[in-house]
Each structure stands twice: as C-alpha cells, then as structure tokens.
C-alpha cells in the first residue's frame, strides 16, 4: 500500500485544491475489520455497520460503499436526514435510531427506511406492515421502551394479527459499559431476557423476534450475547473495543494530517499567540499547521498535546487558534545537528502528523479528557477526505 | 419577527427532514451589526466580513449573502478551498488568510482570489500584477512576514517598478489580545508603524499602502487604528467584542435548539446514560435530546451544563452521548404543580433550547473552558440551518 499525498493538486480532483488539512481512510483496515468482527460472530449472526454522525466523523459516502464491498448488508444512523443521504448511495438496510416522530411516517416508507421505535407511542403509530425495530431501554435511561410496557405492546391488535411478518424485525437494546470488565452488562442482557420471558416472546412461547444487542466492545465479551444481529461501530473505524487488553485487536483505519504554512525562528523571550500564553524559554523554531479548533482540534489541547512529524511528538505551543496551531518542532533541529538522522526537517508545505494511528487517538482524547469517539467526530468538513485503497 | 418552527416538515423543503437539532440565524440582527460596525470606522474605512470555518461555523452559504445584501464589499476565508466556495455564490472580493503556495496561483488567478502572501517566499513568487495582501508578523510568532523583511521585499524588481497597480491591495498585521485593555495591541500598532516607515512606506516617503490591522475587538478601542480597512469576525455573529463593558453592543444572531426525543420518568437510584456516571438522587422526569457532541456539544458539557426551557436552566445528567443528550426537567413539574404557572411542560417533539442568547454561549465556554469562538464552530453539518429574515 502506497502513502498518497493528499494534498496533490491534479487536475483530476479539484476538490483536493486548497485543503490545509486531510484525512485518509484506510480501506483494507476497514474491510479486515469488518471480516474480523464476522468471524468473531459467526455466519448465523448478522454484522450491522453503524454509521451515524458521518460514519463517526470519517465521512459516509467513504465508508458505506468500502463496508458494502466487505459484505455489510445492514446500516444504522441516528436520523432520518441521515438515513435519507445513506439510502441516495446505498440499496442495503438502513436502521433509523431516533425513531419515527408522528408525520414522518410516509418519508420512512418511501425512502424504506426502518424505524427504531423507542417509545410506546412510537410503537402505536407505526404502521406493522412495514418492517421496525422496537429498543429496550434496560439501564441507560436515554432512548427506548420501557421493559414492563413490552407486554402491552406486542398483544395490540397490528402485532397480534398472527402475522409474523408484522413482529418487529429486531427486539434491541444498549449496554452502558461493554467495554468494562464489570457485571452490569450481564445484568443488562438478564434485564432484557426476562423482560421478553414476561411479555410472552421466546422459542417456547412461539413468538419468536430475532435480537440485537451487542455494540463492538459487547462482541468481544461474551458470545452467547451475540444472538442474531450485532451493531459494530467505533471497532470498524479502528478504535479499541477492549481497553482491558494490552493490544487493541483492530487495524488504524484513520490516519489525519495537516500541512505545515509556515516555519519560524522564535526567539527566547517572545510569546506565541493569542493572549500570549507561552513564552519562549529558549531561542527555538515553530511551525505553524493549519489545523485549528474549527476543523477539530479542540482548544483544550492548547500548550498541551503534540502533533507528530515521522512519530516524533511536536508539542502545541500557545493557544490553539480556530485555523491554526503552533508547535515546536526545535527539538528536531537539534537533534538533527547532533546525530546521524534519517529523519529530514520539517519545512512549510510538508505535512505533519496529528492522527498518525489509533495510539494517538487514546493520547489525545486523555489530554482531552475526553473519548476516543469525541476526538473522531470532532474532525470538521474542511479536512479532505480521501481513501487509500 | 415570527419565531420561525425549524423542524417544521414542509413539502417545499425536504432538507428540513428528519433533522433533530437546528442553527437559525436571524438576518435582520446580522445586518445590523455590519450597520453598527460601519458607522463605528466611518465611511473612509471598509469593513471586510471573516467568514473563514464556514462563517463561524453559522453556515457560509446562509452568512455571505446576507452580509452582501448589507453592503459588504470584502470577505476573508482561511484557504484556497473556502475560497473557492465562496467565489461560486459571490462575485466580491475575497482574500485568504492561509496565502498562496507554489503551484496554487493559477486557482487563485482563476478565481479572482486575493491571497494574503505570509512570507518572504510567497511575496517572491507572487505575479504582482494580481492583487495581494501582505501580513507583517508583530508579536503572534504565526503567520506573517518578519517585520525586518519588508524594505527588502517592497524594493524587490516586480514591486519598485513604479506602477502603483502593482503594490499590495493592504498591508495587514492581526492583535494578539484586542478584547483585553492592555497596551500589547498599542505595542502592535507601533511596531507595525515602525517597520513600514523603516522600509519607506508612508505618505511623505511618496509610496502609500493602505492597511487593515483591525479584529472586531479593535475596532471598539482606537479610532486611530481603524485605518482603510477593518476584518469583523466575531462581532458579526453577535459575539461581545467588548468582553470589559457590562453589555454586549452587537444583537444575537444565533439561536440553537434541539428537539426532545424522549421524556422519561426515572426513580431514585437509577442511573442515566453511559458508564453510569450520575445517580439519581429522587424521582425526577428526564428529556432526551438529539444532540450530542457530534452535533457540537462537547462532552465537557456531562453533568455540568444546561440547556434551556423557555429560559429557565435543565441540567444535563451523565455523560453527554454521540447523538443525544439527557437534561432533567423534573423541576419544571415540580414548579408547574406549584405555583400558576404560563410556561407549559416540555413534551417530546417539542425544543429545547441549546443556545438561546450570546449568554448563554458564554456560559457554555465558561464550562468548557474555552472561548465562544470554539462553541460556534463546533455546531456541526448535521445542525439543519435556517435563515429568519
């Protein structure tokens, strides 16, 4: 696999002029992750992509046609405008989490689209002929039905029709911790199979309605969670669904980098930036990126986190300005004059690294104080988008 | 000034579908603050409007035309992309702040794009025939060129050939600190004076430059800074560019709102959202909004901001998610049943209130720690944008 340049100007792709910033999406770490997660489940399990909030800040219209040609044939998105701009580039199943709000009904049939009811009005609007999703709400106390409203629910006249085709397609609900080694997510699933036991669903009951659970870090915990449909998100894009693991079992899908405008002598005594909030200690050089907060590099790393130039941390230096960052890049030149380095020095036009591999996600989203996810959907428009086949 | 309803489905537009949170940006106020800054600078000074990070994350497409229609003559963006943009839907000027690399100036050309040149370097290789601005570095250490370069670079063969036309359109330096009333922007101004008289610019030395050294910040301290031109960002948007004096003189132009998917009635004890990071301490009703910090709400927000019902504060409990939010809105009940109430209960479907003022957008920087800069280019795409007139 070749590194493209992603900030080439050709003629060819004249929405590649002019970026100061890009992201690359790793199309073979895509597809293997999506393979990796089907041999985790087995073939009687389904693998659905989650692709909400712009596939996590990657951008959609890339990753939906790559997770296709892996063989994904079920998407979820958090709302109808979403799953309206998923279905104009895809033919595959496409799961709606917000639900269908009254009045919204004929937009989600005419762009077969499928509800993810999360309330018991919800449910009653919902015309059964055509296929939903009904969530369970077992402990996150965010969106879904409530366990002791099931019952009620499955035995209105639509649903008890004896018409099996009129169940819902997926009874689902969500863990609030998978990716802790602790007992709520098991008390989660208790909650759940319980809850369908009471309303009268299950094998035995001859009502059966296939399930959903699992969210990525679920699927490395127990297999007999898996049941017949898992929704992958965060592990697909290379983050680690097991932080209890020295390794992270996924391969970096994203790699994020920024164009240097401008290298600076600083000299010791002068401040950097707004407010002047650092002052250099010692005659140095800057760079300056055009990576600011506006394309998603939060303030918070201000005189704080580090960009890379060939794996070597640059730190940020003063604050970060909403098209820019300062960082310090003289420790490269000296270490460059003392010893022998195959490194060459960062000069204006080059490109330094700010999301070099998925290691330094977990490093920002710690300086952050925040998660890996914030770090990926904070990643604005302006980046290009561009996939490495 | 009807309210307009920004989530209202209307057959006419069916971008309006399916989105869960909303931008509306008031016309009428945005105007006013372009009036208010042109009658600040006087009619020999222009006021260029900073629309660079999708106008401040408003909405570029939405922003530009209405400040066109307010009499701006002058736009600034951070790259050769935006200014791209910006050129298909305006035919004013249009400088950009990131400058011109090798290879660009024929986009630039072909757009009639202004670069703003940061370098020695870039001054050489622009063909001057074209206009350009210089920026002149005076105590930022970001962009710019080295006060000590410029009598170097305007007597270079291209410039000194005595034709006028070929001189810079402005020769521009940026504040580090202008809301701050200190004497760093005084020093800037006289520093940036200093080095134009050094190189020989200046009215008695017979070659005159026009110049534009003011942020929306500056242009409320000195009239004497004020000179040919000033760049209004954040005054526009109805920042307070007077952070000193008790009152903001710029109108909200900004309101953000998001709809309730879901309202839940939660006991003593449970726990809401990921990781269980809030307990709850009585029985209490909980609403659950779309929008999360995917859409711009950082989740330094968790436990610890609130969202607004008819201005009254809701706090928001646990961790704030992807694509929702939770706020409790027992208090609302218990104060309806309390006392005679005019301010209805919050239903799902119904809005809630993100930023409602500039007030609160300062309140949400003061929580997260950061600036109201960083609030409003965080709103991201999935935001449905609407214009009041």
């Known amino acids: 696999m070749t590194r493209s ?61 790559i997770l296709e040609s892996a063989g994904c044939e079920f998407f979820y998105v958090a709302n109808l405008n979403e799953g309206i701009k998923l279905r104009s580039i895809s033919d595959k199943k496409i799961a709606v989490m917000a639900g269908c709000w009254r009045g919204e009904e004929d937009e989600f049939i005419r762009h077969h689209l499928i509800p993810v009811l999360i309330s018991v009005e919800q449910v009653e609007n919902w015309p059964t002929q055509h296929p939903c999703i009904w969530h369970i709400d077992t402990g996150m ?35 609030t911790s998978s990716e802790v080694l602790d007992e709520s997510s098991a008390a989660q699933v208790a909650k759940f199979d319980q809850s369908l036991k009471n309303a009268g669903i299950g094998r ?70 707004y407010n002047q909030t650092y002052t250099i200690p010692q005659d140095t050089i800057l760079a300056v990126i055009g990576y600011g907060y506006a394309d998603g590099f939060h303030r918070a790393g201000s005189n704080k986190s580090n960009v890379y130039w060939h794996g070597v941390p640059c730190p940020v230096r003063g604050l970060v300005s909403m098209d820019l960052s300062i960082v310090d890049i003289g420790h490269l030149h000296a270490q460059h004059s003392s010893i022998h380095s195959l490194i060459p020095l960062p000069k204006a036009g080059d490109e330094m690294d700010i999301l ?34």
Chains 1, 2 share one sequence.
């Open 141 to 175: 106390n965010r969106l879904g039905i409530e366990t002791d409203q099931i019952a009620k629910l499955i035995h209105l006249p639509h649903f008890c029709a004896g018409k099996a085709a009129n169940l819902p397609l997926y009874m689902m609900t969500h863990f």
């Open 5 to 65: 340049n992603a900030f080439a100007v050709t003629p060819k792709n004249l929405s590649a002029v002019g970026h100061t910033c890009a992201l690359e999406i790793n199309a073979s770490a895509l597809i293997d992750n999506y393979q990796l997660l089907r041999s985790k489940v087995g073939k009687n399990c389904e693998v659905a992509a989650v692709v909400k909030a712009n596939a996590y800040g990657l951008g959609l219209e890339f990753v939906a046609p």
């Open 356 to 389: 070099p591999d998925s290691a330094a996600i977990e490093q920002l989203a710690r300086d952050w104080n925040t998660n890996v996810y914030e770090i990926l959907t904070s990643i604005s428009p302006r980046a290009r988008r561009a996939v490495m086949e």
């Open 204 to 273: 035995d009951r001859g009502v059966t309605i296939p399930q959903s659970l699992c969210n990525s870090s679920a699927i490395f915990r127990d297999e007999e969670w898996h049941r017949q449909q898992v929704r992958a998100g965060m592990a697909l894009y290379g983050l680690n669904p097991t932080p209890y693991l020295p390794q992270n079992p996924m391969r970096d899908v994203v790699r994020l980098s920024a164009r240097i405008l401008q290298v600076r002598h600083a000299k010791k005594g002068e401040t950097v930036g």
